[in-house]
Nanobody, 123 residues
Framework: QVQLVESGGGLVQAGGSLRLSCAAS????????MGWFRQAPGKEREFVAA????????YYADSVKGRFTISRDNAKNTVYLQMNSLKPEDTAVYYC????????????????WGQGAQVTVSS
């Protein structure tokens, strides 16, 4: 089994930046494909970004491409989501997810989930 714990959420002004972290245990990040998903108030959960076990392949939702960067540090068993140029539309609970299968950047492609971290962007 894999346990995931998100941190780094909070409140930020529009145009600002935040970095989310997801610490994994039970498996090393080198053997896990990882992803970030978010759920805004009144909306369905949606894909944000994902990274393969090797770190070579990344995927981004069109809404965050060019503003968000996903990365991983296997020595720390941690995956990051650097969020720049934040917009009020980015306000959501952000969930870290992982799979031991080949990476498919969808909700159904993930098998393990963190508890979520609130990100609020003020206008």
């Amino acid at each position: 089994q894999v346990q995931l714990v998100e941190s780094g959420g909070g409140l930020v002004q529009a145009g600002g930046s935040l970095r989310l972290s997801c610490a994994a245990s039970g498996r090393t990040l080198s053997t896990l494909a990882m992803g970030w998903f978010r759920q805004a108030p009144g909306k369905e959960r949606e894909f944000v970004a994902a990274i393969s076990w090797s770190g070579v392949t990344t995927y981004y939702a069109d809404s965050v491409k060019g503003r968000f960067t996903i990365s991983r540090d296997n020595a720390k068993n941690t995956v990051y989501l650097q969020m720049n140029s934040l917009k009020p539309e980015d306000t959501a609970v952000y969930y870290c997810a992982a799979t031991q299968r080949q990476l498919v950047p969808t909700i159904s492609g993930m098998d393990y989930w963190g508890q979520g971290a609130q990100v609020t962007v003020s206008s």
